[in-house]
């Protein structure tokens, strides 16, 4: 029994948990199994793939069909093209959102299971759905969650572990050289921090993507995840088109799994590199140095962001540009986001800011990419960009190809189809100049931020 490690005070009790865990045992009264898995293309979601593969495979034998592709939403379009494949006896989506819309692919496989950690746009209700924020914000990360599912069936072991904290790292839930932590994940960290410690010393290198506060310093955790960041963008460079970067990413993991590379003997990204054969090794370096210089040009664009207005200590600022040449048709954000991210902390100190919002509008192939990132406060970016979404779907009797929400602190906005992009702009700044009028009219911010969760039938308590 491997069970001693209940990470989470009442994880057992938690009534989606049990039924997320039965609905895998119950999979054991079938011989071998076929499980058809969508999973998220960033990092955390190719985690929890990368987990969830290894479990079944373990636990039920199953035959698992992993899907990785590049929008966050599932379709029913996607579900019916893998179910090309033949069919399955259950669906298992994971990082991908947490939509009503799920409950329709019962239709074409009998058992569906969600597990997901975004703030939710309606709850599915046929469905199996384990996501602990799907009624309040509990920051952490998919593949955390899976990784919990499967120590309650079974032996997990290094490698899964591995993945999990892969994946808090991508999703930003720990902070290594600062030692801290969202709280769901303490536990966790803390043990992970123990087992790979050669992974948590702080050492004084170029800071990564993942180093937002300490920009001297960063450790290999931070560099290990941005290499793999930009391993899954590979795709996009000239280089690697015939690898796909997210099924790229998978297999490498995995593979230090089935060669048991000794993952707390690593000291350096070559390290890893070297356990990864060609080419698979030489495709990474070039995506991770194609994509160290796209950081770099797009530093310099994200310098002169604009200050709008500053609402209840929290200063809400601009940035007007493109992606990186190569990821200019990316429908997700690639890299300028995570540029933008690295400029929060440095204008709340700057400025004397308790808070900072930034807003990154971003003209694209395809439409508009409005991310928003923040340090905290009153403004939850879920709110503001799914209420964006909302109001330009009504204005434009448009459903498709706009679509918007993710977490407080992090949340995109994609606005496609026939809706110009000046038309974006102009909704964008009337809802930040409603929100400021509000704040200065005394009635109330939290009452309005109340109200657009009202409107976007988002439950909170
Ligand atoms: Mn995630």
Not at 36 to 64: E, P
Not at 215 to 244: D, K, M, P, V
Not at 324 to 332: D, T
Request: glycine letters at 6%.
């Amino acid at each position: 029994m491997n069970h001693p490690r209940r990470v989470q005070l009442g994880f057992r009790m938690d009534e989606d948990v049990r039924r997320a865990i039965e609905l895998l045992e119950d999979l054991k009264e079938i011989e071998s199994p076929r499980i058809l898995n969508f999973s998220h293309h960033d990092l955390d979601g190719i985690c929890s793939a990368a987990i969830i593969k290894r479990l079944l495979q373990r636990y039920l034998n199953a035959t698992v069909v992993t899907k990785l592709p590049p929008r966050f939403m599932l379709t029913t379009s996607e579900v019916e093209d893998a179910l090309a494949d033949g069919p399955f006896d259950a669906l298992v989506i994971s990082d991908k959102g947490t939509f009503d819309h799920y409950d329709d692919f019962l239709e074409y496989v009998e058992r569906v299971l969600v597990i997901d950690h975004h703030l939710s746009d309606g709850v599915p209700k046929r469905c199996v759905v384990y996501n602990p924020s799907a009624h309040r914000s509990v920051p952490t990360a998919a593949s955390l969650l899976c990784l919990m599912l499967a120590e309650e069936l079974d032996l997990t072991d290094e490698y899964d572990d591995f993945a999990a904290l892969m994946g808090c790292r991508g999703d930003f839930v720990f902070d290594p050289v600062l030692d801290n932590c969202e709280e769901f994940a303490k536990p966790f960290i803390e043990r992970s921090a123990r087992k790979f410690k050669n992974m948590f010393e702080p050492k004084v290198e170029r800071p990564t993507m993942f180093d937002l506060v300490d920009r001297e310093r960063t450790t290999l955790i931070n560099q290990i995840g941005e290499l793999l960041h930009a391993g899954c963008l590979a795709h996009f460079y000239q280089s690697a088109e015939r690898f796909y970067g997210p099924e790229l990413v998978l297999n490498c993991i995995l593979k230090l799994a089935d060669e048991k590379i000794k993952l707390n003997e690593l000291n350096s990204l070559g390290d890893l590199l070297s356990h990864l054969h060609l080419p698979v090794s030489q495709v990474l370096s070039n995506a991770y140095n194609a994509f160290k210089s796209d950081w770099d040009l797009l530093a310099r664009r994200a310098e002169n962001s604009i200050l709008l207005n500053e609402v209840q200590g929290v200063g809400i600022y601009l940035i007007f540009a493109r992606e990186a040449p190569a990821m200019q048709a990316a429908p997700f954000p690639a890299i300028l986001p995570y540029v933008a991210m690295t400029k929060l902390h440095p204008l709340r100190t700057s400025k004397n800011h308790q808070n900072v919002l930034m807003i990154v509008f971003c003209p694209k192939t395809q439409g508009v990419h409005i991310s928003m990132r923040s340090t905290g406060g009153v403004l939850d970016c879920h709110i503001l960009c799914s209420e964006l979404a909302r109001r330009i779907k009504t204005l434009y009797r448009q459903n498709e190809g706009i679509s918007g929400g993710g977490h407080e602190k992090a949340a995109e906005c994609f606005i496609s189809g026939s809706v110009p992009m000046y038309a974006a702009m102009h909704e964008l700044m009337s809802l930040v100049r409603e929100i400021v009028q509000f704040a200065k009219g005394g009635s109330g911010l939290e009452e309005k931020v109340k109200a657009f969760n009202d409107d976007s039938r988002i439950p909170r308590p």
